[in-house]
């Protein structure tokens, strides 16, 4: 009986340190995972070009995987109102017109090195990371959409109404304008953008993402061998996402 | 003196007119709010139509107010009397019409509420905060412009401060029209052309809306102005007209030149439905042709009534313009993949659709009432009637 109670006691005891060393460790383990991140006190580099290469040869026409897995991440979802529905990344269809040759390929915001919407901002909330990565600032965007007009891309979206869904890393506002922010969150933490990510698990592998600063990366060495083509590039933007195959 | 602007026996009607016009702008800022409270969705706007009818409205005023001061300019940098003395009503106008339209451009920002960082956070190197700064300056000029014209004391320096005024006028229309000139991913825009086209417009959006606030004024006081006035007024409007035609016609066939824009150009004059339509009949018949014949005609331009019917048609010429100009202009999808069909679920390579919405025509005429308000609280306090010294008034009693 008394053998009984100790145990349970015992084991409480136990449980509640362990507990405690739990609480007191875990926030040093998780910064051992987090090491190869940046730390959260430190501003982003500009020794770092985030970029993205997409190989429209390997995209298929019908496969949306890296645009629901965008939704997914950044809280995006359809209500059902194509024409305000906000579109972070969208696959496009295209067809020459001579040959008709036809290609599939995911657009989204192109991160420019000399991005329009930075320069017509009027308060300063669409800017430019130092790590290449193009935002908006929710708390000093006016909603005046001039970014909007600007971009060649088609790559922003006002919000339109209220959304109840968002992922807390990712805030959203009714009145701001917002695009793809190359997942900024996930890059913090090492890790590529969710819609990388879903291509390469559907192995797909038409998307490929890393630092074009890096002589000796992925898509550094990528860019170096292949023919790639930059979006409207006789707008001299100089943009972080590049096209192979089209 | 002026005291009898709106006399003492119109009094009852004058509250009645006041009364109309500020449930006008209370229907604006209802409509505001509205938009504010449920999100742009309510509205026609769209993420392919950023910029809709409040925009026409606003750019409208903001392009007449700069355009109104040519009156004052006239008199006082040019040194004609006639328009000397309608100098404050210029003035006047330009104020009102000018904090009519940003009225509109703010209320319909997505964060109306944040209109102090749209001031406190200024990007330069963006036309929008460009403009943010022309239009303080333009408020202050003007504003001393209007003391030193009314108050004896300081009309030395009228000259001066109109010259002033004269400059920054220029610039904040070259302003407005760089608003579109300086963006480089759409077709109907990227041009430097719109920065002088936005000045001519002015001049003569600007002209029509003073000639008809100028005819009320006087019939309200049974009063009638000069002919010699008329004709010169009516004439300068016929010029300016004609040289916004001009412009227009440069436009199209520069960019009819440019293969890559003759599907653009094909769009707005060709198969464009509402918006082709809008051009030929709305800017070119009506506001246009129409005015230029009455203008010039032997009989109806000599008829105070066919004139003011002129200076309306060239408004409504105006807002035609400035529809195609900036509606149109988004409607046309953005070439991405030159040279290739684009089709995608964000409405690529489509013409996107646009239907006005009811709250957004109330924030665009919201505004255009306050401008009345303003204009006509202002005649009634302070002189703005203009006396010419040689008129031939006719006064009823």
């Known amino acids: 009986m008394s053998n009984d109670v100790d145990n349970s006691r015992r084991k409480f005891i136990a449980a509640g340190v362990a507990g405690t060393a739990g609480l007191v460790l875990a926030p040093g383990v998780t910064l051992l995972d987090m090491a190869n991140a940046r730390p959260a006190g430190e501003a982003a580099s500009s020794t770092k070009r985030w970029g993205m290469l997409i190989d429209s040869t390997k995209c298929a026409t019908g496969c949306n995987d890296c645009v629901t897995a965008c939704g997914k991440e950044n809280g995006v979802a359809s209500t059902g109102r194509p024409e305000t529905d906000p579109q972070w990344i969208r696959k496009i269809e295209l067809k020459e017109v001579k040959s008709g040759k036809s290609h599939s390929l995911p657009m989204m915001c192109q991160h420019c090195a000399e991005p329009p919407c930075v320069d017509v901002c009027p308060t300063g909330a669409s800017f430019k990371r130092a790590d290449g990565i193009v935002l908006v600032d929710r708390h000093i965007c006016i909603g005046c959409r001039y970014c909007m007009m600007a971009c060649p891309y088609k790559a922003r979206s006002f919000v339109h109404e209220e959304h109840d869904d968002q992922n807390p890393d990712v805030p959203r506002g009714k009145g701001c304008v917002e695009s793809c922010t190359l997942c900024v969150h996930r890059i913090d933490k090492d890790l590529e953008p969710a819609c990388v990510e879903a291509c390469s698990a559907g192995n797909h592998g038409a998307m490929l993402f890393g630092d074009l600063n890096d002589a000796n990366s992925e898509i550094s060495k990528r860019i170096a061998t292949y023919a790639t083509t930059q979006v409207r590039a006789d707008l001299a933007l100089n943009t972080g996402v590049r096209y192979q195959g089209i | ?397």
């Open chain 2, 1 to 397: 003196m002026n005291n009898d602007v709106f006399r003492k026996s119109k009094d009852g009607a004058f509250y009645f007119v006041l009364g109309v016009i500020g449930l006008v702008v209370l229907a604006g800022l209802g409509a505001a709010y509205y938009m504010e409270h449920h999100g742009h969705v309510v509205t026609g706007m769209t993420n392919q139509i950023v910029w809709g009818l409040p925009h026409v409205f606003a750019i409208f005023l903001i392009v007449a107010a700069s355009g109104v001061l040519n009156v004052a300019s006239i008199g006082s940098v040019f040194g004609k009397p006639m328009y000397k003395a309608r100098g404050p009503l210029a003035g006047l106008l330009a104020i009102a019409m000018l904090a009519g339209g940003l009225m509109v451009l703010m209320l319909d920002l997505g964060r109306a509420d944040r209109l102090i960082i749209a001031m406190t956070y200024l990007n330069l190197k963006s036309v929008f905060a460009l403009n943010v700064f022309l239009y303080t300056v333009f408020f202050t000029v003007v504003a001393l412009y209007l003391w030193t014209m009314m108050d004896r004391k300081m009309h030395a320096y009228s000259k001066y401060v109109g010259f002033a005024a004269f400059i920054w006028r220029l610039a904040l229309t070259t302003g407005t029209g760089a608003i579109f000139g300086f963006l480089v991913a759409r077709q109907a825009y990227g041009t430097a052309l719109l920065a002088p086209m936005f000045i001519i417009m002015s001049f003569s959006f600007g002209l029509a809306v003073f000639m008809i606030v100028q005819a009320v004024m006087y019939r309200w006081n049974d009063r009638v102005l000069d002919e010699a006035i008329q004709h010169r007024m009516k004439n300068l409007l016929a010029v300016f007209v004609a040289a916004v035609l001009y412009f227009t016609v440069v436009y199209h066939m520069t960019n009819l030149y440019f293969a890559k824009q003759t599907d653009f150009e094909r769009f707005i004059l060709l198969d464009g439905g509402v918006y082709t339509n809008l051009f030929w009949f709305g800017q070119i018949l009506l506001g246009t042709l129409a005015p230029l014949a009455i203008l010039f005609h032997p009989d109806l331009s000599k008829r105070s009534s066919w004139i003011v019917m002129a200076a309306m048609l060239v408004i409504l010429g105006g807002f035609a313009q400035l529809y195609v100009l900036l509606i149109g202009g988004q409607a046309f999808p953005l070439s991405i993949f030159p040279g290739m069909v684009e089709s995608s679920s964000f409405f690529d390579g489509r013409i996107h659709t646009y239907s006005p919405s009811l709250p957004e025509f109330l924030l665009g005429i919201g505004g255009v009432a306050a401008a009345a308000l303003i204009t006509a609280i202002a005649v009634k306090v302070l002189p703005f009637m203009p006396e010419d010294k040689v008129h031939k008034v006719i006064a009823a009693d």
